[in-house]
């Protein structure tokens, strides 16, 4: 997105994001997880985290909970927030990506234009989107914040999946069926997709 004011002038720095990555001995990219609320995107991504620096690689997990405790504490959860919220997520995560660093995002992310504008600010090379599709009935009975009962009640407005929509994807990199299977088999599927796809290599742990 460019700047409002015409005094603005974006500056080029002469490293470029090769040298970083050349340095880092790895490509910056962006996994962005999307679901509803308890379908398992933290668990996964922090998961995933631990499992990347194991083998060596720099990555970073840009959560939704913590972002809106500083980033964005000034976004509530209307469709115009949700939406500010994902342009400023998908702001950071390029930043990060260009300076080598593998981010992994867990946020809802419900509505599809939002998520695609997250894609072309990223690159649509660099971005890899991963649906967890599970059902609504068994998030609600993981539900550890007890958000949807509170949803059900009225005591929470625009909830996702609740009293405001989730637009699934159309056609994500990944699908992830965390209902069916174990959270380190969904981490080792999005392992051997980053492998089979030359996101990065078979490093030894």
């Known amino acids: ?54 083998k060596g690689y720099l990555c970073y997990v840009l959560d939704g909970d913590n972002i809106r405790h500083g ?10 927030d949700r939406r500010e919220n994902i342009r400023r997520i998908g702001e950071v995560a390029s930043l990060f990506a260009d300076a080598g660093i593998i981010t992994v995002t867990a946020f809802i992310s419900p509505y599809k234009a ?40 009225g005591e929470i407005h625009n909830f996702t999946g609740i009293s405001a929509p989730y637009e699934a994807p159309d056609k994500p990199e990944i699908i992830l069926h965390t209902a069916e299977s174990s959270s380190a088999a969904c981490v080792n599927e999005i392992i051997n997709y980053l492998l089979s796809k030359g996101f990065i290599e078979g490093k030894d742990e």
Request: with cysteine.
């Open 1 to 54: 997105m460019k700047s409002n004011s015409p005094n603005l002038t974006w500056h080029n720095s002469k490293i470029t994001r090769e040298d970083r990555e050349t340095l880092l001995g790895q490509r910056g990219f962006v996994i962005w997880l999307t679901g509803l609320s308890s379908s398992g995107k933290s668990t996964i991504a922090n998961i995933l985290e631990e499992c990347l620096i194991k």
């Open 71 to 80: 980033l964005n504490t000034d976004l509530g959860f209307s469709a115009e």
């Open 114 to 153: 939002d998520r695609n504008s997250a894609r072309r600010i990223v690159g649509d090379d660099r971005f890899i989107e991963v649906y967890l599709d599970v059902p609504l009935s068994v998030c609600e009975k993981r539900d550890p914040k007890n958000l949807y009962q509170k949803a059900r009640t």
